[in-house]
Structures are given as C-alpha cells and as structure tokens.
C-alpha cells in the first residue's frame, strides 16, 4: 500500500537518492549546464522546503519510493486573472506501478486544499516518457522554451 506524508528532516538521504535520479537524466542530456553530485538537493534546500511543507514523499512500509517538491505561486494584476498555482519542481519515482500517477493524484489533492487552480510544471522537451506520461494525466503542453548557446 502506497501511503504519502509531508517529507521530514530525517529522510534528506532517501530523497536524495531519488534526485540523483533524475539529476542524471539531466547531466546526460544537458552536460553543458548539470554535474554530477552526491546531494542534488543540499541541506539548507531541504530543510527550507520541510519548513514550507512543499515535500511530498511516498512511502511503501517504511521505505520512500517517491518525492514531489513544488510551490504556490499566486497571480494577480493588471493584465492576468487572479489564480493560485502549485508549481510543481520536481517529481521522482522509483519503480513504476502506478507510483506517479499516485504522487500526481496526490499533488492535486494537496493543490486544492490549498486552494491553487492549476498544477504546472517544466519538462525537459527531450524526456519523453515524461512528457507522456503528463499528458495520458490530462495536462496540456503550455508553453516551449527556447535556449541559444552563446
């Protein structure tokens, strides 16, 4: 069974193992701009997003499978209609079985408690497994980034 919890100070080095996950991924598509690294997330990162409660973790028993991190943005002005957004940084899961989906169900559960409207979030255009896994879940491509090395 697949319980999820707001993540805690002790469990920095299981989340860490799941960034390194993705953080490789990074480094071998992008090694102009990532290296490699022992903690992808230091300390103080950590500890800053435990204190905000923005670190979601999935646990199977007592080991964690999977980690959100994300932030609640609010709009408003002149040009744009107001909205509160869960931002979402990062999602990591080992293994497969559903997992992601799970943690994303989560996220949303979360975002509306919290009382955001939209759940976003950046991929790399390159991932595609990714980009369609996001999309089997609904979510809609917004915008393309464009990058020049100079």
């Known amino acids: 069974m697949l319980t999820f919890r707001t993540a805690a100070e002790p469990d920095f080095e299981h989340v860490n193992r799941l960034a390194r996950q993705v953080h490789e991924l990074h480094v071998s598509l992008h090694p102009d701009l990532y290296r490699s690294v022992k903690h992808p997330i230091s300390c103080e990162e950590f500890r800053e997003m ?3 409660d923005q670190l979601v973790v999935a646990c199977r028993g007592e080991h964690i499978v999977a980690y959100a991190a994300f932030a609640v943005r609010d709009f408003d002005g002149a040009s744009i209609l107001p909205r ?8 990591c899961v080992d293994g497969r079985q559903g997992i992601a989906h799970a943690m994303l169900e989560e996220l949303c559960r979360r975002g509306r408690a919290l009382g955001c409207t939209d759940l976003q979030l950046a991929c790399d255009s390159r991932n ?4 369609a896994f996001y999309e089997a879940q609904g979510m809609q491509r917004k915008l393309i980034q464009f990058r020049k090395k100079l």
């Not at 509160?84 to 990062?90: S, T």
């Not at 595609?128 to 980009?131: F, I, K, P, V």
């Open 84 to 91: 509160r957004v869960m931002m979402l940084d990062a999602l």
């Open 128 to 131: 595609t497994s990714a980009l």
């Open 50 to 52: 435990v204190e905000r």
